[in-house]
């Protein structure tokens, strides 16, 4: 069974592809950000009067990227508790993984995913956090 799944709750693709797809009994998830649907501010992000990134919340931008990891699952017929490998990349790993690791250990108190964090230099959005997932169905 191949299938793509595109979610009401989750934010916009930035780019020409769905949310999610299932391939047999896995789900794939593309790349996912914290913003929210129909928004195009980032939460936590302050700009500056250039435009420019000023100051972000990472602990906001994490429970966000959950929030919307979450709904896609649900949507697609899955649950959080059935991920099984997540891709984590941060654009500031020194000053945001300390942080980031603290909030994904409230998260996953019961089912712990495979996890590999990757420090970027930059995202396609003026994010600092996105999650690449895989669970079953």
Known sequence: ????????????PVGPYPHARRVGNLLFLSGIGPRARGRRDIPGVTLGPDGEIA??????????????????LEDAGSAWE?????????????????????????????????RTTV??????????IELKCIATI
Request: charged share 30%; glycine share 2%.
């Open 1 to 12: 069974m191949h299938k793509h799944y595109d979610s009401d709750r989750a934010p916009e």
């Open 82 to 114: 059935n991920l099984v490998d997540i891709t984590v990349y941060l654009t500031d790993m020194e000053r945001d993984f300390a942080v980031f690791n603290r909030i994904y250990r409230e998260y996953f108190k019961e089912n712990q995913p495979c």
């Open 119 to 128: 420090g970027v230099s930059r995202l396609p959005t003026r994010i600092a």
């Open 55 to 72: 100051s972000y919340d990472i602990e906001e931008q994490c429970h966000s990227v959950f929030h919307n990891v979450r709904c896609i």
